[in-house]
C-alpha cells in the first residue's frame, strides 16, 4: 500500500532530515532514521510512506500540497497544527482545515489517518493550552469521520509534566529526536 503523509516538520523528519533533497544538503548529518516514517515501514514492510512534510508549514499551507501529496496514493495521514498554535492562530481553524484534508480525501476514495499534535517543550502555557484544545478538536474529527487516530502526542508525552516530551524524546524540544520518531513509527500504523 502507497500512503502519503502530508504536514509539517513533524512528517519531515526534522531538524535532522528533510525529504527536500536542497533541505538535506544543509543538514550536517541527515539521518533517515529520524523521520517516524522510516521506522514504520521498517515496522511493516507491506506499506510504502512518501513523505510530503515541510518544516514551518500552518495547516493552511499545508492543505494547498494537498492534490500534489495524493497523486499516486491509496492512503494518507495528514498531520498538522503545531505552527498554528506557535503563530497563534485559533486552533478552530487549523482543527477544520484538518477536517477539510480528511474530507477531500476520503471523497476521493482514499484511506485516511489523523495525527494529534505532539507536546511542545519550548512553548508556554498558552501554547500548552492550545494544544491540548486543538488535540481535544482532531479526537472529535477522527471520532466524528470514523478515522483512525495515531496518538503522537500520548506516545512521547511526559508522564509528569504532560504538556512536554520527554527529554531523551526530543532533541530541539520542537521536535522528536531519533529515539522519538521511533516510537512514533512503531505505533503510527496500529490503528490503521
Not at 492534490?67 to 492562530?89: F, H, K, M, P, S
Not at 480525501?105 to 519550548?122: E, Y
Amino acid at each position: 500500500m502507497i500512503i502519503a503523509c502530508l504536514g509539517d516538520s513533524i512528517t519531515a523528519g526534522s531538524p535532522l532530515w528533510d525529504p527536500d533533497p536542497k533541505v538535506r544538503k544543509r543538514i550536517d548529518d541527515p539521518d533517515e532514521r529520524s523521520q517516524w516514517e522510516w521506522w514504520a515501514m521498517r515496522k511493516h514492510g507491506e506499506i510504502e510512506l512518501r513523505n510530503f512534510g515541510v518544516h514551518g508549514e500552518r495547516t493552511d499551507e499545508i492543505a494547498k500540497r494537498f492534490e500534489q501529496a495524493i497523486e499516486g496514493v491509496e492512503a494518507i495521514v495528514v498531520q498538522g497544527g503545531i505552527n498554528d498554535v506557535v503563530q497563534g492562530r485559533p486552533v478552530e481553524q487549523a482543527a477544520a482545515n484538518l477536517a477539510g484534508m480528511l474530507h477531500r480525501a476520503r471523497h476521493k476514495g482514499l484511506r485516511v489517518a489523523l495525527v494529534d499534535v505532539l507536546p511542545w517543550n519550548n512553548g508556554d502555557s498558552r501554547a500548552a493550552a492550545d494544544i491540548e484544545k486543538l488535540n481535544e478538536l482532531i479526537r472529535a474529527i477522527a471520532d466524528g469521520q470514523g478515522v483512525p487516530l495515531f496518538p503522537f502526542n500520548a506516545t512521547v508525552a511526559d508522564a509528569a509534566r504532560p504538556t512536554r516530551m520527554r527529554e531523551a524524546l526530543t532533541d530541539d524540544g520542537d521536535h522528536p529526536s531519533v529515539e522519538g520518531h521511533r516510537l512514533l513509527g512503531e505505533r503510527a500504523f496500529e490503528p490503521f
